[in-house]
C-alpha cells in the first residue's frame, strides 16, 4: 500500500505562483517499472480534469493543454516526492489538487490521463488563485 499527502496550496493572486509537493509513503516509487505519478484537480461544479503526469522509468512527462507551458511536475524519487511547480496562475486555476499514483505499465503517458488509471489517491489540497 501507498499512501500520498499533498501540501504547498494556498491563495495566490493571478500571475502569481504556488509549488505544490506530493509526499508518498509505504512504498519505495523508484522500486518499480514505469511507476507514475500525475496531478488531478477539480473544482466545484466541474469534473476531476487531468493536469500533469510524470514516469519515473523514462524521466518523461505530459501536460493538459489548459497548463502547458505553466506547469511543470517533477519527482524526487530519493524523497517519494513529486512536486508541481505551477506559474502564471489564473483564476481558472482554482480547484482542489489530487495527486494519485499509478502502478500500472502502459507505452506512452498519454495512457495515464484518466483518473481510473491510478491506483491511489491523495486528499489533495486547495488551491485559490484571486483576480
Known amino acids: 500500500q501507498v499512501q500520498l499527502v499533498e501540501s504547498g496550496g494556498g491563495l495566490v493572486q493571478a500571475g502569481g505562483s504556488l509549488r505544490l509537493s506530493c509526499a508518498a509513503s509505504g512504498r519505495n516509487l523508484r522500486t518499480f517499472n514505469n511507476y507514475v505519478m500525475g496531478w488531478f484537480r477539480q473544482a466545484p461544479g466541474k469534473e476531476r480534469e487531468f493536469v500533469a503526469v510524470?514516469?519515473?522509468?523514462?524521466?518523461?512527462?505530459y501536460y493538459a493543454d489548459s497548463v502547458k507551458g505553466r506547469f511543470t511536475i517533477s519527482g524526487d524519487v530519493a524523497k517519494n516526492t513529486v512536486d508541481l511547480q505551477m506559474n502564471s496562475l489564473k483564476p481558472e486555476d482554482t480547484a482542489a489538487y489530487y495527486c494519485?499514483?499509478?502502478?500500472?505499465?502502459?507505452?506512452?503517458?498519454?495512457?495515464?490521463?484518466?483518473?481510473?488509471?491510478?491506483?491511489?489517491w491523495g486528499q489533495g489540497t486547495q488551491v485559490t488563485v484571486s483576480s
Open positions: 494519485a499514483v499509478s502502478s500500472r505499465i502502459y507505452y506512452s503517458t498519454r495512457s495515464y490521463l484518466t483518473g481510473d488509471r491510478y491506483d491511489h
Open positions: 510524470i514516469r519515473w522509468s523514462a524521466g518523461d512527462t
